[in-house]
Structures are given as structure tokens and as C-alpha cells.
């Protein structure tokens, strides 16, 4: 994996496009993430529609407030049994964003459904490879929308079944039943479900302040030590176990990094929309030939790589 570091303009996004990249926009499929529901996604939804106008934005309307807090296999059910409606409307594909939690849930989907046709699929600050100290970042975050005591417990349970302890690892593998399997540390056949995505997309930061490490919304966690551990030296990206070495090897990863963003902002923040969301749901000829003079005066040619790490400042 080649890791580049620039700064996306939006004079820069008018050269690509100039350049020719971009044939066709697919329809973009939203997400919301744990204690939401889509009217969160209102912003995101706006922007989108004002950079493409007639781009069809479709937010799921389940599983919203107390009922994200449901077993998350539940909710991947529900999900696998609404989205394909949406992709058969949709025959040249379909771009896939999740938030948070749900990130897991899509991917849950991905990895189950046989035959769907998701294209780039972008995770906002998920906890991808497993969060430490849940129950820490619940009660920071979330002492109001746990609309009653039952909502609370519920969402102590079925945030466990992604919280991962670098200190118990046996314990964690033997007990959950959910992310050890998207994970691919359990015996599953889901890696040829997964690696129909064309593109994956991780976007997360240092200032989140819920993903903890916050690293592991791009696939990176601590060890035993409590050191974090990047991805392409993690276990199950070196078997890999579910295609994440292989969608790296095809240059389908793209991992971006962003300072200066708090957990609930992602989805609603113009500069990570313009300089991330827009690159990734309209601009997908990875083919361009066309080098690109940066604000840094650095050049960057998209032939070199399809995953690079966009640093704005």
C-alpha cells in the first residue's frame, strides 16, 4: 500500500474533472450511525445533491435512536433485506457510506450478501478493527440519548460485541460472535462476498474522541502493550482472512486520515465532504493519466497509486 500525503482543493477537483475523471455518478447509499436516525444525515445528504445535482441520495430509515442499540446481527439482517431493493434500481452499482457503529453493520451486509453491487464503499469513523473501553466512551458520549434505562443496557449490549480487549484476547475471540467473524478470526465464507466492493474508503482521525484508538477506523489496533498497531501489520490483514490484503493488492484501498474532527462531526463537516466524500462517490476513473500540480507545489500522479492518505490543513 502506497501512502501519498496532499492537499485536495477544490481547484484541484475541477482539474480532475477537466481531465476526464469521472463517466458516470452511481446513486449513494447513507448510513446513520448508533442513537441517530437519518435526519443527521440531512447535511450530508444536502451536499451531495448540491455538488451533483440529480445524484439519487437514498438514507436508510431503520434502526434509528434506541433501536440501533438491537443485537447487531438483527440489524445486518434488516439492512441486507432493504439495501438489495435499492442496488436493483441501480444496475451500474451503487456507492455505500456508513457511520460509527454502522460501518460494522455494512460491512456485516457486504460480507453476507452474495451478489450485491456496491462500488466504493466509505466508512466514516467506524470501529473497524474493534473499540477499547466501551463502556468509558458510552458514558462520556451518550448520557442523554439513552432515552431510558432498558436503551442504556441495551446499548452496553450490543456495543460488546465490538469491544475489543488487547489485554483478553482470548476472551474476546471465544465471546463475541460478530466482529471475530467480519474479522475473519472465526471460519467463515464471507471473503468473496466482501471483495465485490470495487473500492474501500477508511476515513478517521486523531481528534475523533469515541474510537478508541481511533486508529481502528482504518483497520489498525492496540496490542497487549496497548501500542497501536497498524493495519498491513495486523493478523487478519496478513492472512487475509476476509480480502483486505487482496483489496490492497488491486490498489482498492484508500485510507484518509483527518485532524481536527470530533466523532459526530464527520458526516456533517464541508471540508471532509469536499476534500474526502465528493473525491470518492464522483471520481472514479482509477485509470487517469494526468498529473496534477498541488497547492504544496508538489506533483501527483493518480497512475502511481489508487490509495493515498489525504492530509488537509
Given at each position: 500500500m502506497k501512502t501519498f500525503s496532499f492537499i485536495l482543493t477544490p481547484a484541484v477537483l475541477m482539474l480532475l474533472l477537466a481531465a476526464g475523471w469521472t463517466s458516470a455518478y452511481k446513486p449513494v447509499i447513507l448510513v446513520h450511525g448508533v442513537l441517530s436516525g437519518p435526519r443527521s444525515l440531512k447535511m450530508l445528504t444536502g451536499f451531495i445533491k448540491?455538488?451533483?445535482?440529480?445524484?439519487?441520495?437514498?438514507?436508510?430509515?431503520?434502526?434509528?435512536?434506541?433501536?440501533?442499540?438491537?443485537?447487531?446481527w438483527k440489524q445486518v439482517e434488516g439492512f441486507a433485506n432493504v439495501i438489495p431493493k435499492i442496488m436493483e434500481k441501480s444496475p451500474e452499482g451503487v456507492h455505500l457510506l456508513c457511520?460509527?457503529?454502522?460501518?460494522?453493520?455494512?460491512?456485516?451486509?457486504?460480507?453476507?450478501?452474495?451478489?450485491?453491487?456496491?462500488?466504493?464503499?466509505?466508512?466514516?469513523?467506524?470501529?473497524?478493527?474493534?473499540?477499547?473501553?466501551?463502556?468509558?466512551?458510552?458514558?462520556?458520549?451518550?448520557?442523554?440519548?439513552?432515552?431510558?434505562?432498558?436503551?442504556?443496557?441495551?446499548?452496553?449490549?450490543?456495543?460488546?460485541?465490538?469491544?475489543?480487549?488487547?489485554?483478553?484476547?482470548?476472551?474476546?475471540?471465544?465471546?463475541?460472535?460478530?466482529?471475530?467473524?467480519?474479522?475473519?478470526?472465526?471460519?467463515?465464507?464471507?471473503?468473496?462476498?466482501?471483495?465485490?466492493?470495487?473500492?474501500?474508503v477508511l476515513i478517521g482521525g486523531p481528534d475523533d474522541n469515541v474510537i478508541t484508538p481511533w486508529q481502528s477506523s482504518l483497520f489498525g489496533f492496540y496490542n497487549h502493550n496497548e501500542e497501536v498497531v497498524e493495519m498491513k501489520e495486523q493478523t487478519f490483514y496478513k492472512n487475509d482472512t476476509f480480502g483486505l490484503k487482496t483489496l490492497d493488492t488491486r490498489g482498492d484501498i484508500s485510507v484518509c486520515s483527518q485532524p481536527g474532527v470530533k466523532h459526530f462531526k464527520w458526516h456533517s463537516n464541508k471540508k471532509v465532504f469536499d476534500k474526502l466524500v465528493l473525491h470518492f462517490c464522483f471520481y472514479e476513473n482509477k485509470e487517469l493519466n494526468q498529473s496534477i500540480i498541488l497547492e504544496n507545489g508538489h506533483t501527483f500522479s493518480m497512475e502511481k497509486s489508487n490509495d493515498f492518505q489525504l492530509l488537509i490543513v
Open positions: 448540491k455538488a451533483h445535482p440529480g445524484t439519487k441520495v437514498t438514507v436508510i430509515d431503520l434502526f434509528n435512536y434506541g433501536n440501533s442499540t438491537k443485537p447487531m457511520f460509527s457503529q454502522e460501518g460494522l453493520i455494512c460491512r456485516g451486509v457486504l460480507s453476507t450478501l452474495p451478489n450485491h453491487n456496491v462500488h466504493s464503499f466509505i466508512v466514516l469513523s467506524s470501529p473497524l478493527a474493534g473499540q477499547y473501553g466501551v463502556l468509558d466512551v458510552l458514558h462520556k458520549n451518550f448520557p442523554l440519548p439513552c432515552f431510558s434505562f432498558i436503551d442504556c443496557r441495551r446499548l452496553e449490549t450490543a456495543t460488546h460485541v465490538f469491544s475489543a480487549d488487547p489485554h483478553h484476547r482470548k476472551q474476546y475471540l471465544e465471546s463475541s460472535n460478530f466482529l471475530p467473524l467480519l474479522n475473519g478470526e472465526k471460519p467463515h465464507t464471507w471473503r468473496k462476498n466482501f471483495l465485490r466492493i470495487k473500492k474501500l
